[in-house]
Every structure is written in C-alpha cells, then in structure tokens.
C-alpha cells in the first residue's frame, strides 16, 4: 500500500453495488468530467423490486458498452487517468464482482493503482462534488434501499458510526408501503409524486424509537402500520393514494430528523450532510432546512442514488490504494 500526491488528479470510478452499472471520470475529487449511468429499473419495475441474479446478469452486459462511453463522451483515454477507483462494499455479491473484477483487471493491463471503495462512503462524498465542499466536523446521514446510518466525519478518512436501522432501511420503507399502495418500484419517487396532493395528516403513523437516547431507527413498525391501515382501508381513489403517500413520506421524513437533528446537537456540528437515494426527496431536503439552524448539504439530487462519480470522489480524498489482486467484494461490510 502507498499513498501518493493528491495535486491534479483524475480517477476513473467504477460503481456496481446494486442495479446501476456506472463508470465516471472525475478530477480533484470534486469535478465531474463524465459520469455515465446504466440503469435495469425497468426491469425491475416489472417485477416490483430487484431480482439480483438479473441485476448482474444486466451488469455483465453493460459494463463495458458504460466505461466505452464514458471515455467517449469525455474523450479521453486510459492514458489521461491517473487511478481506478472501485465499489467493493456493501452491497448485492453478484453485482458488485462485475465492477471489481473489471476494475481489477483495468488496473492489472493499464497498470494503475487501484483504490476500493465503501459505498456508504461514496454516498457521503456525492457533496463534495461542486463547487463547494462541506466543513468539518460534520454528521452524515445515509438513507440508500440497504441503509439508514448516522456517521460522524471529523475530516476525511475520519469516520465514526454512531447508530443505524435496527431493520428496514429507509429506502426499503419507501418501496415497501409504495408496492402495498399499487405504486411500483422505486417506492421514493413514486411516493413523493403520488404525496404532492396528499394530506400527510389524513393517517396517524408512528415515529418509531423517536424518544430512545441511541441513535438507532426503525421502520418496520411503519410498514407494518401501513400493511394494517392499508388492509383495514383498501384505498380506492386516486386521492386515498395521495393521503396514503404524504402520511407516510412525512412519518419516515419526520423518523429520519429526530435522531439525526438530536445527534447534530449532541455532537454540537454546524453541517449535516445527506447522501443516498432517499436524499434526493425533497420534503427531508425542505424540512431539514427548516429544522436545522446549521446547514445542510445534500447536492445535486441526481448525484444522491447510485453513480461512479460519487466513488472516484471518495477514493480522492481517501486515497489507499491497493495491490490490484489483494481487492476483493465484500457484500456484508458497514463503515
Ligand atoms: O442509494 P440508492 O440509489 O441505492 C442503494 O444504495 O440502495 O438508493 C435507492 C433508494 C430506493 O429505496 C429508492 O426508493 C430511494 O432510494 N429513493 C427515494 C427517492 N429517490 C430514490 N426515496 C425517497 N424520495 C426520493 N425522491
Ligand atoms: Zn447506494
């Protein structure tokens, strides 16, 4: 392992953990040059949620057409990169294999250092590609479909987990009580169109361990809530959906900022910093603002769900690079 000078720089990211495949070039870890999205949602819309078998076997067949283009568009080459930067965990075991052993085998051939990456970490480093860059110390809250953590950063590489999901992720309560109202998948964005002519007071749902002194979540009251609600009241009208939907993003919205507004103050942090799918909504985005009296940084909401360049960005500021066989997926890690 070494560590080398970080001055200009550009990495090419390589991002697989779930159903996107992606390939970005970014430099300095904050300027995107190219940051190239494969999707098989569709594919997955029809069945609901993710198959991971079809995940990877998708993956397998885009991976190379997204790091093709991605050159192309930036017209650029192996020859202007100075590493590879890779995806290695948490996430879907098939899927993430295809993007490490790509990655593996570009740095053997191209014989550039390779630096893996933790996801969750990518997450939290979607703010710093911009123009503007977060201080520290701040608390990171990561909201994906896997994930629901409370992070602690006090500069880079200096992460401190503080508490999580005791079960669901926020991302899973979202596209759960999204599949029981008929609204497909993802459940997110369904969620937060379907809740635009809602009323998020129509049904009381709970706020689970909101009173605990831990800095846990839980969300599978919520969904088990919604299943009683949904079965006592089958929703019959456009408007039903509607209430269904405000009621239930405002109750994970609401879930999400006790704890993380509690453990801002504790850790007495200006800057909360939101990364993961479910950052992109926009109810957290407007009611951490009006909650927190510091500043929040979510970004570009297109950067908060799955992309390379988030991954190019955290291996920059986090740059350990890796003998390219010693790089190995792993499904199960946290932080
Ligand atoms: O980070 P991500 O792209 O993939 C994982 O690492 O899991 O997050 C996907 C999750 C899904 O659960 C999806 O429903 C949720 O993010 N999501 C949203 C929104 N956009 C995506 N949830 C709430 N509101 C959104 N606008
Ligand atoms: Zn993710």
Redesign the pocket.
Known sequence: MCIIPLDTMRILGIET??D?TSAAIVEDGTKILVNVIASSLPIHAKTGGIIPEIAAREQVKAMVPTLEEAFHSSRLTHHNIDAIAVTYGP?LIGSLLIGVETAKTLAYVWNKPLVPVN?LIG?IYSNWLGEQQPSFPNIALIV????TELVLMEGHGKFKWLGGTRDD?A??A??KTARLLGLGY????A??KAAESGDPTKFNLPRPLSDSTDFDFSFSGLKTAVVNLVNKNKPKSHQEVADFSASIQEAIVDSLLIKTLKVAKKFEVSEILLG???A???L?RKKAAEKFSGKITAGD?KL???NAAMIASAAYFNFKNVRWDKVKADPGILI
């Not at 993802?186 to 964005?189: C, D, E, L, Q, T």
């Open positions: 953990s779930c996107e996430g996801h997450h994906s479909g896997g994930h992720a991302g899973e979202f596209d993802p459940g997110g964005p969620i937060q993961g799918g479910v992109a909504n926009n957290l909401p908060s769900v799955d």
